[in-house]
């Protein structure tokens, strides 16, 4: 679907996590980031949601801003907007007392 | 004269291919599935799909802007170049992967349990730099419990002398370990942080290496709610090494994708990852209507994601270390558009 570069990612985590076919799982994807279907896979649309919602993207200094959250950072706002546990940041949370 | 299209056979040779003989090979590739499994074979307007994708000449091909899935992987990289978390970078920055698995070169669990310490070292590394979903992954492999790499007599070569008893019991005796192993190792990378976990290749060595996978998945189903689980089976059917091992009920032996499906579901996997093997004396166009015909009633009524395991030998993919993209475009197409499918 284009990873991180689109929702391709996102789309996956709720494959993994709550066992979400395809359809639904895009659906509810989409929902949540207040996008249609379609947008989900056009890098063109997402990178701008990605950035709205401090999702994450690709490393580079032009696409992604120092001040813009990546990696784990970003995975706490992708837990939060799409309402489920990721592994690694409630380890983090723990770790560090939040 | 019939034009000629470029295709491939199922070992990647590059071959011509009138259009009457695609579209032959594509009934006999739904006849064979047919016949194997016992499903229906294709309706003629999915064949008549299937010709359109096949009766093309383009280097690449995809599904329609809009239809994508998702792709997972049984380990990303080839570990060669940087480290391990290089490569699971290059996958989500530069391929934009969808989804991520770290592995050990030696891609089974029992070899990876001594390992974890370091396994879960590298893999808090990866949690911290990385976006995308990142699990762990590797095979059951019940082989490796026998002599000489284990501690259990090899079954298979107490069968062909007759013991049978024996070759059961053997095989039942690696079932535990290997089942106490991978859930060993799974445990030690959920705390190191993983998303989820990938066992693959199962049911290699038949329906005791399936019934090991599946308890492992059910301890840690029952302990992780939350965790990925994703299995991907060895082959189109169990094979009956030992032939009496049952899981809810239901004998493993013999199992076609859709019975794998309801057991892997029943054990608590979020995503099913079915196999069907190439025939490599076969066009792509053969294996991929075969395939489909395989696979689809399961996909039909799974109630998880379904992704096909397609790569090297598998899933029309030729089996060639290196799959010709024209091929692996096809086949990836073909399947996911005519099977539903929520991922490769």
């Known amino acids: ?98 | 004269m019939e034009n000629k299209i470029r295709t491939r056979m199922g070992d990647g040779a590059l071959v011509e291919m009138t259009p009457a003989e695609i579209k032959a090979d594509l009934e006999e590739g739904t006849q064979a599935g047919a016949k194997r499994s016992k499903n229906p074979e294709l309706a003629q307007d999915e064949l008549d799909h299937l010709f359109d994708i096949f009766a093309s000449n383009a280097r690449v091909t995809g599904v329609d802007i809009g239809d994508e899935a998702v792709l997972s992987y049984d380990g990303c990289g080839s570990q060669d170049m940087g480290t391990r978390l290089n490569d699971l970078q290059v996958y989500e920055q530069i391929l934009c992967a969808d989804s991520l698995e770290l592995y050990n070169h030696d891609y089974s669990y029992k070899p990876c349990k001594p390992l974890v310490p370091y396994e879960q070292a590298i893999m808090r590394q990866c949690q911290l730099l990385l976006t995308a979903p990142c699990g762990y992954g590797a095979m059951s492999d019940l082989g490796r419990y026998t002599v000489p790499d284990g501690p259990v007599t090899n079954w298979s070569q107490l069968l062909p002398l007759g013991k049978i008893d024996e070759a059961r019991e053997a095989q039942e005796e690696a079932v535990e370990m290997a089942a106490e192993d991978m859930v060993f190792v799974v445990e030690g990378m959920v705390e190191a942080g993983i998303d989820h976990v990938d066992f693959d290749t199962a049911g290699a060595a038949g329906d005791a290496d399936f019934l090991a996978t599946l308890k492992a998945i059910e301890t840690l189903r029952a302990k992780f709610p939350d965790l990925g689980i994703q299995i991907g089976m060895a082959g189109e059917f169990v094979l009956g090494m030992h032939g009496q091992l049952e899981y809810d009920g239901k004998r493993l032996a013999g199992m076609w994708p859709q019975a794998q499906m309801e057991v892997a579901v029943k054990a608590g996997v979020t995503i099913f990852g079915p196999a069907v093997n190439v025939n490599t004396g076969k066009s792509t166009a053969w294996n991929t209507a075969r395939v489909i015909t395989i696979c689809k009633p399961c996909c039909e009524t799974s109630t998880i994601p379904v992704h096909l395991n397609a790569g090297m030998g598998v899933g029309a993919v030729p089996m060639h270390i290196t799959p010709p993209g024209d091929a692996t475009t096809r086949a990836s197409k073909a399947t996911v558009e005519l099977m539903r499918l929520d991922g490769l």
């Open chain 1, 1 to 98: 679907m284009g990873g991180i570069r689109t929702a391709g990612d996102l789309v996956a985590r709720m494959q993994f996590t709550r066992g979400m076919r395809l359809t639904e799982a895009k659906q509810y994807v989409a929902e949540k980031l207040g996008v249609s279907v379609l947008d989900l896979s056009d890098p063109v649309v997402m990178l701008d949601v990605r950035k709205e919602h401090g999702l994450g993207s690709m490393y580079e200094s032009e696409i992604t801003n120092v001040d813009e959250p990546i990696a784990l950072a970003a995975k706490f706002n992708i837990a939060k907007l799409l309402d489920i546990p990721i592994n690694c940041v409630e380890i983090f949370r723990s770790q560090v007392g939040l």
